[in-house]
């Protein structure tokens, strides 16, 4: 891959993140939302697979894109749960004004914990796709140079150093 | 009540955990809290005898007017009591049972959301509620059947129990629903019992009334849905003592008995609910007869005793109730105590075939003496409490009741051929595997250790204590029960010597044949044998057929709509939008805008745009290669993001954006496992195609030209907008749609989205290996793709 794009990548992950977060916490008030702001942390996630590869991308997000989405969903219900132990109807938004030092009032309600819960869903998702698509990729990749060559295919070393080569010649 | 139901819940969730750290102890320890809620349910036993209820209620729904109502009453008791006492006792019998079992843990966690399930499904005082748990339970026997899953034969009876069981749940929710618009949209069940006369004078009360029997009959393994009870006994026998005899199959009857008051009293009744109870009688002792495996023969006296219970509540009689209750309690205890005396005889001896059983009762004396005591109950002999129920069953039928009486004589006859087939189901399951000529069996039997045969001990010795002294559990349990379906009831004494009458006789008539066909049982099933030759028509085999029959249907149509190339799903789904879309106009006339409308300015930089996107559809339609093509499907995404920025919709437009982009990569991943792009079609089929693109567009063009013709109706965006800061504390209207206003549709979508994400996975990372072979194979013949971000895009 190229030198360029990994370098810009480097620089560009931060914001992107950042600005994902952003556009989750403003939603409720301007432009933005946990959907949006879910893709452009995927968007962000998968320009990093591009621009290296899937591991680094994987060890980059730390968790497993399954677990965000099982938590994504968890973390929507019970925001929404939370309504009807209070004996309102499921989802109803429950609000709480709180006094935070240095930036005062500020109200915090479900539909926040509910918006957040979206923002890992579609995370969730959409690296699921992303990195089982171009996993695939690399394997059968691997596969065809094994039976091109016709070599000790049964050696995990050998695997392991035909999936460096590979990589390294995507680089 | 709402916290027992939650407790058992929250001690299922718990239980895999608890076998992992107590080990041998767990059954006793788990059946702790079921031993507690049988002690507290029964402490409220004097509340129901004065003719109190207990009500518990918190909102679930309140917009819709459904709130979780729990109800206890007198019937919802004597079912709790069951429900949590014989639970404590399987919990018992169960780890002891399978106490070498790998995956104990996971039998405690089902039986205990059964337990949980069927608790709810007894105090549920409102008719959603119910469903929710009744279908539960059905579930959950569904998991507990197919308790051992390797074994083909289990998930096979596993899947037959949960289709008839669950699917008849579904059909009693149609009656419910008719039921509680009948009642003026109110699914209360204690205030639709006292509309009874309005319900019956309904024009749905027949329609509503056959829904919720086939409900009821489907759960209680009526005729002719009752084949499924006795392949349920592949499940490990703990299940089968718990849920197939003593209290899930007891449902439909509890239902029955708790509608009673709203739907009975009628000839239609009468006639629906008593005739399928009779008939089911007739083919579960008919049936009985063929079988010598000690489960499906107590399998089949259990349909035979349901088919009882329900023909006396068809019969609108305060005495059929009366014996339906005895009755019923009768028989959880000693048809509880009988199938585990079946499982410790398998579990023992290595066989349950009771032609292969026989002289047992030197090496296992005390599971010979519990299983003649629960035996004398079935045979309903004194001083049993069997023998009770048995009376007034005839008491029952000689009466008739309230419009069976000119078949009086034929419902006893019945119960005459059901008491007799008893007699001798009782003789072959509890008398011939112990007396006579010991036989050599798999393994020595031996008796099983304490903790098996304490649950159908105390089982049995309740049969004869209540036998004996009758009256203390009439007044408690039975008494306020039948005061739950007729208010007004008189008080009732239960006895065992009712003097020299009638149903004496029969009670002598049933027990001198019963004796009599087991003395000739060998010999007769041998000469019976060409009755087999009906076995083809049984309603199982119909079942089956059925089956098979949506099977093939379900293939057919798939070949057909579904045929694995995307373009022919394309172009069905497209076509069929235009059909209908078509019609509807048709049907309804187009309204296209005034002249006004198209004089409406448009800038340049719109006009671009449009002729930006047209220019890009064209191209992507006549690309000669897929990464052309996906290009500029990009841009027509990007420049419909164009536009809707224009028009003043920038979450929409960033959406778009960001889906586009991600769909551009998801695409390029997706091409790299595509053959290389050839012409796969031909010059017709193009054209053919290029019509339909051609109609479908126009649709389009003409429904948006219809919307614009519309007056635009602006009271819900006025009520958003209005709504929006004050109550959801958001500027943003279509975030707080999104999260708050309509936050469950949100919830669907997410939830729709993940089952994609992991249907997408399985796809991918679980394909079948011959699968995976065939793609290689086929790729071996073409250039290995580098990567299609290195630029090579003559490779596509």
Redesign the interface.
Known sequence: MSLILRTATRYLMPLLLLFSVFLLFRGHNKPGGGFIAGLVAAAAFSLYAIANDVRAARALVRVEPQTLLGAGLLLAIVSGLLASFGGKAFLTGVWGDFHLPLIGKVALGTPLFFDIGVYFVVVGVALMDVFTLAEETVAEEMDLLETDENAETKNPATRVHKMNAIEERHR | MINAVISIFALACIAPLLSRFAGRRTGLLIALLPACLTVYFASHAGLTMRGEAMTER??W???LGIEVKFYLDGLSLLMAVLICGIGALVCVYGGSYLQKHEHLGRFYFFLLLFMGAMLGLVLAGNLLVLFVFWELTSITSFLLIGFEHENEKARAAASQALIITAGGGLVMLAGFVLLGQTGGGNYDVQSLLTQGDAIKASSLYVPLLLLICVGAFTKSAQFPFHFWLPNAMQAPTPISAYLHSATMVKAGVYLLARLAPALGGSPEWTLIVTTTGALTMIAGSVLAFYQTDMKRLLAYSTIAALGTMVMLIGTNSESAIRAALVFLLAHALYKGALFMIAGIVDHETGTKDVAALGGLRKAMPVTATIAVVAGLSFASLPPMLGFIGKEMLFEATLDGGLYAGRFRLVLTAVAVLAGMMFVTIALLVAVRPFFGAPKATPKAGRDAPFEMWFAPALLAIAGIAFGIIPNAVADRFIAPAVAAVYPNAAPMKLALWHGLNAPLGLSVVSIVCGLVLYRAWENLRARTKWTRMFSPFGTAEIFAAGGKLIERFARWQTAILQNGKLRIYLLVITLTTIGLTAYTMRRGGVRLPTASFYRTGVTFYEVGVGLLILAASIAAARSKSRLGAVAALGVVGYGVALVFILFGA??LA??QF??E??TV??LV??L??LPRLKAITGKPARARDLMVSLAFGALMTTIVLVTASVEFDSRVSDFYAAHSLP??????I???I???FR??D??GE??V??V???G??AL??LRPQAIKQR??RK??QLR????I??GEESTL
Do not use: M
Request: charged share 20%; no cysteine.
């Open positions: 918190f909102a729904a309140a917009s920038p979450d960033l959406t960001l889906i982009t991600l990569i998801l991943l997706v790299y496992h109550d959801a504390h958001g500027r943003n279509v975030n707080v999104l999260v708050d936050g469950l949100t919830l997410i939830t989205l993940a994609a994400a992991i997408v996975f991918l990372k793609a290689k790729r071996r290995p793709l580098k990567s971000a290195r």
